[in-house]
Every structure is written in C-alpha cells, then in structure tokens.
C-alpha cells in the first residue's frame, strides 16, 4: 500500500466525529430537527441496518431443505423461530467480484467491488450501499449512519474492521465500545458546548490548511500521483462536512433517557462475555433508532481475522480457527453451536426491534436487518451460496416468510446435508444470476435511494416486494 492511501486509512481512524457525554434523552422531536424540507419532516422514518459475521457458517446445519413459505427452519436458525414470518431466508446468494476471494469478504459485503487480494492489484474500493442510504435519510438526523464492529477504526486493506465506505471507496472507522459509543451519541460535550464549538472551528483550520497544502503539491505531480492525491483530498472533504455537520446540530439538545436505562451502557463490558457483549451492542442500535439519532448503522459481529470465542457454551477457539475445520466433525459440531448461540443473540435484537413502537407500528416494521456473511464455506474461502437472511420492513412493503432459493432448480436432488454437498453448494454459483447485488438495490429503493442497479446487480428480487 503507498504512503497516500496510508495516510487516507489513518486520517479517518484520526479524524472520527466524536462527542463524548454522559445523559440520555427522549425521541427526537420535530422541533429539535434543523430546518428541512416539510415532506421530508413529516414522512415516516425508514430505517436499514447490517450485521455482518465473518468466516461463513456451517452449512449443514444451517440450509433449509424446504423453498417457499411453510419451509421448516433449519438447527441454526431455529431461535428465530418466533420471527419467522418477519423474514426471508435466501440461498445461493454471491458477489461475482468476490468468488475466488478471501480476506476482503467484509471489504466488498456492501459494495461488490472487485478486490482481487491474490493478484496484487492496487487497493481500491466503492461506495458500500450503506452509505447511498446515509446520503438521502441522514439530513434527517444527527448522525448520517452509524459504524459498529468487533474492532476499533477501519482495519486495513483486504482485512477490514468496516462495512462502510464513503463515495470515493474510503473506509469509515467503526467503533467497538458500547459506553464510548453512548456518550458519543447521547452524552454532553465536553466542556460545552462553546467549547466544542472552538475545537470544530480548530479543526475545520486545520483542514483547510491541509486542503492548502495538498493544492499546492499537486501542480509539481505527476499523473498517477496526482489522482492518489485527488483520492487523499478527497477523505479530508469527507472529514470536513462531517465537522460541519456536528457544528450544525450543536445547539440542538441530544434525546434524554433516564438513569436506569442507560446505566447498561455506562459500564465496560468484556468481549470475553460474548453474548452479553453482543447483546449491549445490539440494544444500543435499537437505542440510536428509536431515537432518531441516525437511520443507518452496519455492525460487524466480527471481522475475517478477530472473531469471538464463546466461553458460555464452552467453545473456546476463535471463529477463524473454528472456519478452518477440514472437515473435523468435533469442530465442525462447535461451529454450528457457535453458529446457533449467534442466532440466539440476533433473535433478541429482532425482540428488541418488534418490541419497542414506532407510531402505531413495531420498529421492526420500518427496519430492514440484513444479516448474513461474504464467505459460505471458511475452511477454503468459498464465497458462493452466502449464508443470507433479510428481516422486517414490513411497513417498507416487504413480504416475508419464505425460504428464497436460488440452489434447487439446478439440483438433480433434495437436499442430503452432507459435507460433500455443502462443499459443492459454496463453490461455484449455481443460478449466476442469484446475486447479493439484486437484495441490495431493493433494499436501496425501498429506503428511496433513486438507484435502478447497484454494482451488478439484476433488479429488486420479485419475491419479496
């Protein structure tokens, strides 16, 4: 990587919009918004968010052998079981920019770039889907999007700790501390809130002095340095508008929430607890959605290279350990236990999501959850028949309850669930046209992003619209 896109990947983990403070607050009312367009303030709040785990899963106990609605879910998915018709499971799901890949699986999860690891080719990515969505509902709130994950800041190229990247293919830092993320959101600002005002003012001079700078350098460049600067001015803009953003909802007072309710964030807790820990990060997304501080968060339950051991049901290998399995019955039954224990903790968000009102409707409703993985089978980096599953948004006009099958009208049989078979469902396609892409933009038009494709993606899928 060369020193400019070093230097891109390090100004954003740097230059992360932060406010840090220690209160809660009520749903963000009308009259708390920045002025904005009357259609926009009175329309209903449409909501996306996307949970990522890495390393794929293990097929066997997690393919449904039945398509269509009245499908029987299978081991894995079984604690979702109360939800079932709030979702559509899919199979045969890929990218085809991302078969043949490994380590860059959460890189090209919401962008379906072409990031060809192996062949050494430069680092360069596109705008996550994610973000498209940022750009037409995050006006609307205080924060455009929201970026969780397993790991602090941006990872590094080809092994990200993000599924979000801006217009230009830069990576926006994640955050992994749930008390760090609650005071962000909901806290005060340190010193107040002229004292924050000071220090975006002494930042915005710092930018522009960087952007002074990079102007005068680029007429003594050559071409190719030239467009890498262009990339790197880029990043810093980005940085900028997000300082004036945050200066522009200053003087609008952060939602309030009473003491008990936030106490749960206001204490460190480990990610050796897994399940508690990923239980916290989930509540805090539904936290930041019901009040209105942003409508777009990605969350990665884990990253290729850092994903949790679960000591509470005695599993104590790593995620990326356990994908490695070659076929070991022994780890391969810990992987599907682990694979369970994650449904577990989603079922509970999904809970959560169907729980708590949004007008006369749960938030489920006006939420679409993607879930799933950019790898299917770990042991060999096989990126075909990705384990996908899409939830609610029901008041978005999804239908759920079904099993969406791309596999089986290729196959001469039912489904045998045996390791053979699952190893032959993950590597190569069989439907070329059952792409991750096509979820993608029906989700983007169901969040009324003006997009006919994305990538390369086909149309909305039918089935569920």
Not at 25 to 36: N, Y
Not at 76 to 93: C, I, M, R, W, Y
Not at 279 to 305: K, P
Not at 335 to 357: G, N, P, T, W, Y
Request: charged letters at 25%.
């Amino acid at each position: 990587m060369s020193n400019i896109q070093t230097q891109r990947w390090l100004l954003n983990r740097r230059h992360f919009l932060r406010g840090i403070g220690t209160t809660m607050a009520l749903p963000l009312l009308d009259a708390m918004v920045p002025m904005r367009a009357s259609a926009a303030a009175t329309a209903k709040p449409r909501r996306s968010v996307f949970v990522y785990i890495p390393n794929g899963v293990n097929g066997m106990t997690w393919q449904c052998t039945k398509a269509g609605r009245g499908y029987e879910l299978s081991p894995s998915l079984k604690p979702l079981a109360k939800h079932q018709e709030d979702f559509t499971v899919f199979s045969g799901l890929h990218h085809p920019n991302g078969l043949g890949q490994a380590h860059v699986c959460a890189d090209t999860w919401l962008t379906g770039a072409k990031i060809d690891a192996q062949g050494g080719r430069k680092y360069e990515n596109t705008i996550s889907c994610d973000q498209m969505m940022a750009e037409v509902v995050g006006q609307q709130t205080r924060f455009n999007s929201l970026e969780l994950s397993i790991s602090t800041g941006t990872g590094q190229p080809f092994n990200s700790n993000t599924l979000a990247f801006s217009r230009d293919g830069v990576p926006l830092p994640a955050d992994d501390n749930p008390k760090i993320i609650f005071n962000r959101l909901f806290g005060e600002e340190p010193g107040g809130i002229g004292a924050q005002r000071a220090r975006l003012t002494k930042r915005r001079s710092v930018l522009d002095s960087v952007l002074d700078d990079a102007k005068s350098l680029r007429l003594s460049l050559g071409t190719d340095d030239r467009t890498k600067l262009d990339e790197y001015m880029h990043a810093v803009r980005d940085v900028e508008k997000r300082t004036e953003r945050l200066d522009a909802w200053l003087d609008i007072p952060k939602p309030v929430v009473e003491k008990n309710l936030a106490a749960p964030f206001q204490r460190d807790v480990p990610k050796a607890q897994a399940g508690e820990y990923w239980r916290t990060m989930f509540d805090l997304i539904v936290l930041a959605l019901r009040t209105d501080m942003t409508r777009v968060v990605t969350y990665m339950n884990g990253s290729e290279g850092n994903g949790l051991a679960i000591p509470e049901i005695q599993i104590t290998q790593a995620r990326h350990n356990l994908s490695h399995h070659n076929g070991d019955p022994v780890v391969l039954d810990r992987l599907a236990k682990s694979d369970a224990f994650i449904m577990q903790q989603f079922a509970h968000f999904l809970d959560e999501l169907r729980e708590v009102k949004d007008g006369d409707e749960p938030l489920l409703d006006r939420t679409m959850v993607l879930f799933g993985s950019g790898m299917s089978y770990g042991h060999s980096h096989c990126n075909s028949n990705l384990p996908i599953l899409l939830a609610g948004g029901k008041g978005l006009g999804l239908k759920h309850g079904q099993h969406i099958d791309y596999n089986r009208p290729h196959l001469k049989e039912d489904y045998t669930l045996s390791y053979d078979e699952w190893r032959s469902l993950c590597g190569k396609p069989k439907d070329g046209k059952a792409r991750l892409s096509n979820v993608l933009v029906t989700m983007l038009q169901k969040m009324e992003v003006n997009a006919e494709t994305f990538v390369d993606s086909l149309g909305p899928v039918s089935e569920i619209v």
